[in-house]
């Protein structure tokens, strides 16, 4: 079974810093997924990656299949990327999802 | 633009009651997923269909949970007897295929007294 890890589990940062949200999985995987949870709200897919890099906006995400990590980035936070970063690895026709990460950004 | 329907939004039941949930996923997805969220923790995989054949149901609790998918669109969970335990939200995601971008519904919240 995929264990997926996810640090850290809360963050809260300043207006315009930049965001580092990381995610570690123990099994060799087809896929990545960044997803987003605003408090109360439903689930937004963010980013699905099996290599490199991708970018979206203000939002990149990066993978490296070797040390099997991900990291999720935001340069110049808002208060409005306050919410839960979810990380999902799947292997074997199974998604296995992190707890996330609460974010919190302060104006 | 196409979006996953799941309906009722709530449900608020009383324990011991039959309660059941409805997902139309977006068209031409041949995986739907099942997930339920208890308040502060990510998603948990109930079940997993790839067409109508169920692909992964093994953190479903089969005692008083069912999920069917019969023709291979929407689909539908069950749960009866509701246990206290229950109350979480229901979400329910598509995909055109397992390892493709995932799509979730706006959700189900449960409530059991």
């Known amino acids: 079974k995929n264990e997926v890890e996810q640090s850290p589990q809360n963050l809260t940062a300043q207006e315009g810093e930049f965001i580092t949200i990381n995610c570690s999985y123990s099994?060799?995987?087809?896929?990545l997924h960044w997803l987003q949870q605003h408090p109360g709200g439903g689930i937004v897919s963010l980013f699905m990656?099996?290599?490199g890099k991708k970018k979206h906006g203000r939002l990149i995400a990066t993978i490296n299949i070797q040390e099997k990590h991900s990291s999720l980035h935001i340069t110049a936070s808002h208060p409005r990327d306050s919410a839960v970063y979810i990380c999902a690895v799947g292997s074997n026709y199974k998604l296995t999802f992190g707890k996330g990460t609460l974010l919190t950004v302060n104006p | 633009e196409a979006e996953v329907a799941q309906s009722p939004r709530y449900k608020i039941t009383e324990k011991s009651q039959a309660v059941a949930f409805w997902c139309d996923p977006i068209?031409?997805?041949?995986?739907l997923y099942w997930y339920r969220q208890i308040l502060g923790q990510g998603p948990e995989l109930l079940v997993q269909?790839?067409?109508?054949?169920?692909?992964?149901d093994s953190q479903l609790p089969k005692d008083r949970f069912s999920a069917e998918r019969l023709k291979g669109v929407d689909s539908t969970l069950k749960i009866q007897p509701a246990e206290l335990g229950d109350s979480a939200m229901y979400l329910c995601?598509?995909?055109?295929?397992?390892?493709?971008?995932?799509?979730f519904g706006p959700g189900t919240r449960l409530t059991v007294l």
């Open positions: 099994v060799g995987i087809s896929a």
């Open positions: 269909f790839q067409d109508e054949s169920v692909v992964d």
């Open positions: 995601a598509s995909s055109l295929n397992w390892a493709d971008t995932q799509y």
């Open positions: 068209s031409g997805h041949a995986t």
């Open positions: 990656l099996s290599s």
